[in-house]
């Protein structure tokens, strides 16, 4: 039986240079000993020979696993890891074999070490020593569930490179003096302060913080357990705050209501004319004039003018895009750009006449980032199409299509409100509230992005042969 005596828990570097020497002699699980200094060597245990040179090829995913999970705290990890990597030199496919007892220990064990390393990264309270050279000095006192000081430090070193600090906890020290991150022996929490100054004004801040109207007890106890209140300098005021919350908030609904901004007023005025605008909208021509002066959101102020819809109101197919492009802009009409072109073909080839389509956009300005010379297209946000969705519901209304082709994500939530995946929706006739069908699939401008030119080929392929879906349902 060889025996390994670890003499710093948690240490990767060690544990991984016992291993390699273990698995280059070919040492089973079974016929290993692991224990650390404090536990001490049994009586008849063979100690193990020191790591031989040699590589064993592991997957990276397991090492970088490995250098986490042998920071958790059970007895029983430096032997169970060794089995995993033992295992996973003899069959490369072992973490994807998620009902492998084996494997799922090391995936809980990661998950465990990984909460406690975000919770680390949210719990720790510095308080400040003083200052020397012109440099702050903070130190604080953390007592995580395992043995991560190692795994957090560099996240430290890297938010608060312009002080000096200190984090101790029982295990082990992290030390950082604007140079070089070290790290020492364990301590206890006499060593750092109780209290400074920055922590009162914390604590005044959270309390202002603290809305009682909100408040969700599991919910913030779930996030921030009560294992590490003690160690929080809020965790004091959380008790009163949550007792007094109901209070609070009666308070709150008892209190006059503030005065109106007096640009409420203006806004309303403002709507008001729009809606009167909106009412006098009674034919395909009368929403074209209204688009172009449309200012319900900001993408009016750059593009030159707003695109409507065209086609014959008696269309039997609508097709709905994402918003103008360049050309569609400076012209004035949907689909006329690069991305017109390509659509144009995809019709010809599934015997679709665009002539007797109608088409038109979910947004209807175009919205672009200035770069040089060029304008490049940016995709409209779901406010954006949310807001410009009247004028699309009242092209629907005007048209009364029985098939709405919706060409793009964007397009998608324009018609249903909704957002949804294309592929969710692709290959399928649905039915819109009022009895109007829906076929879903790509804008047009997706192929002429992609540079695979073999998938590309396949993607049209599929674009096509959902517009011949589309004919046939119409017809």
Same mark, same amino acid.
Request: with cysteine.
């Given at each position: 039986?060889?025996?390994?005596?670890?003499?710093?828990?948690?240490?990767?570097?060690? !544990?991984?240079?016992?291993?390699?020497?273990?698995?280059?002699?070919?040492?089973?699980?079974?016929?290993?000993?692991?224990?650390?200094? $404090?536990?001490?060597?049994?009586?008849?245990?063979?100690?193990?020979?020191? *790591?031989?040179?040699?590589?064993?090829?592991?997957?990276?995913?397991?090492?970088?696993?490995?250098?986490?999970?042998?920071?958790?705290?059970?007895?029983? &990890?430096?032997?169970?890891?060794?089995? &995993?990597? !033992?295992?996973?030199?003899?069959?490369?496919?072992?973490?994807?074999?998620?009902?492998?007892? @084996? %494997?799922?220990?090391?995936?809980? *064990?990661?998950?465990?070490?990984?909460?406690?390393?975000?919770?680390?990264?949210?719990?720790?309270?510095?308080?400040?020593?003083?200052?020397?050279?012109?440099?702050?000095?903070?130190?604080?006192?953390?007592?995580?569930?395992?043995?991560?000081?190692?795994?957090?430090?560099?996240?430290?070193?890297?938010?608060?490179? =312009?002080?000096?600090?200190?984090?101790?906890?029982?295990?082990?020290?992290?030390?950082?003096?604007?140079?070089?991150?070290?790290?020492?022996?364990?301590?206890?929490?006499?060593? %750092?302060?109780?209290?400074?100054? %920055?922590? @009162?004004?914390?604590?005044?801040?959270?309390?202002?913080?603290?809305?009682?109207?909100?408040?969700?007890?599991?919910?913030?106890?779930?996030?921030?357990?009560? /294992?590490?209140?003690?160690?929080?300098?809020?965790?004091?005021?959380?008790?009163?705050?949550?007792?007094?919350?109901?209070?609070?908030?009666?308070?709150?609904?008892?209190?006059?209501?503030?005065?109106?901004?007096?640009?409420?007023? /203006?806004?309303?005025?403002?709507?008001?004319?729009?809606?009167?605008?909106?009412?006098?909208?009674?034919?395909?021509?009368?929403?074209?004039?209204?688009?172009?002066?449309?200012?319900?959101?900001?993408?009016?102020?750059?593009?030159?003018?707003?695109?409507?819809?065209?086609?014959?109101?008696? *269309?039997?197919?609508?097709?709905?895009?994402?918003?103008?492009?360049?050309?569609?802009?400076?012209?004035?009409?949907?689909?006329?750009?690069?991305?017109?072109? %390509?659509?144009?073909? $995809?019709?010809?080839?599934?015997?679709?006449?665009?002539?007797?389509?109608?088409?038109?956009? $979910?947004?209807?300005?175009?919205?672009?980032?200035?770069?040089?010379?060029?304008?490049?297209?940016?995709?409209?946000?779901?406010?954006?199409?949310?807001?410009?969705?009247?004028?699309?519901?009242?092209?629907?209304?005007?048209?009364?299509?029985?098939?709405?082709?919706?060409?793009?994500?964007?397009?998608?939530?324009?018609?249903?409100?909704?957002?949804?995946?294309?592929?969710?929706?692709?290959? $399928?006739?649905?039915?819109?509230?009022? =009895?109007?069908?829906?076929?879903?699939?790509?804008?047009?401008?997706?192929?002429?992005?992609?540079?695979?030119?073999?998938?590309?080929?396949?993607?049209?392929?599929?674009? &096509?042969? @959902?517009?011949?879906?589309?004919?046939?349902?119409?017809?």
């Amino acid at each position: 039986m060889r025996e390994v005596v670890l003499s710093v828990p948690g240490d990767f570097a060690e !544990w991984r240079s016992a291993a390699r020497g273990l698995l280059a002699d070919g040492v089973a699980p079974e016929e290993v000993s692991w224990c650390d200094s $404090a536990a001490g060597a049994s009586l008849f245990g063979e100690a193990a020979a020191p *790591a031989r040179a040699g590589a064993v090829a592991l997957p990276r995913e397991l090492l970088e696993i490995a250098e986490r999970v042998i920071c958790h705290r059970g007895a029983e &990890v430096p032997a169970r890891l060794y089995r &995993v990597i !033992w295992r996973a030199a003899r069959d490369r496919l072992l973490l994807a074999r998620t009902t492998d007892a @084996d %494997v799922d220990w090391l995936r809980g *064990a990661d998950k465990a070490i990984r909460r406690d390393v975000h919770k680390m990264h949210a719990f720790v309270r510095f308080r400040r020593l003083g200052e020397d050279a012109a440099r702050e000095r903070f130190a604080a006192w953390f007592e995580p569930s395992h043995r991560i000081v190692r795994l957090t430090a560099p996240f430290f070193q890297r938010r608060f490179t =312009g002080m000096d600090w200190a984090i101790v906890t029982p295990d082990a020290r992290a030390i950082w003096q604007g140079e070089t991150l070290v790290y020492g022996l364990g301590g206890t929490k006499d060593e %750092v302060p109780d209290s400074d100054v %920055v922590e @009162d004004q914390w604590r005044t801040y959270y309390g202002a913080i603290f809305n009682p109207a909100r408040v969700k007890i599991d919910a913030m106890r779930a996030e921030m357990p009560k /294992k590490y209140w003690k160690n929080l300098p809020e965790a004091q005021d959380i008790a009163p705050l949550l007792a007094g919350a109901e209070a609070r908030v009666e308070r709150m609904r008892e209190a006059a209501v503030s005065m109106a901004n007096p640009l409420t007023e /203006k806004w309303r005025t403002r709507v008001a004319q729009e809606l009167a605008l909106d009412d006098d909208v009674k034919t395909l021509d009368d929403l074209a004039r209204a688009v172009d002066r449309c200012t319900r959101c900001p993408l009016y102020c750059n593009a030159t003018q707003g695109v409507a819809g065209e086609g014959p109101k008696a *269309a039997r197919i609508m097709l709905v895009g994402e918003q103008p492009g360049d050309q569609e802009d400076l012209q004035g009409r949907p689909f006329v750009g690069p991305a017109g072109q %390509v659509l144009n073909e $995809a019709l010809d080839e599934a015997g679709l006449d665009r002539r007797r389509l109608f088409l038109t956009n $979910a947004v209807k300005h175009f919205k672009f980032e200035p770069r040089g010379k060029r304008r490049l297209h940016q995709n409209p946000t779901t406010g954006e199409i949310d807001i410009c969705r009247w004028w699309l519901d009242k092209e629907r209304a005007l048209v009364q299509p029985y098939l709405i082709v919706t060409l793009g994500a964007s397009a998608l939530r324009g018609v249903t409100g909704k957002s949804a995946s294309i592929k969710s929706m692709r290959g $399928a006739a649905h039915e819109l509230e009022g =009895g109007t069908k829906l076929i879903a699939t790509i804008h047009p401008s997706f192929l002429l992005r992609m540079p695979d030119r073999a998938r590309a080929a396949e993607e049209r392929k599929a674009f &096509v042969a @959902d517009l011949i879906r589309a004919r046939k349902l119409a017809a």
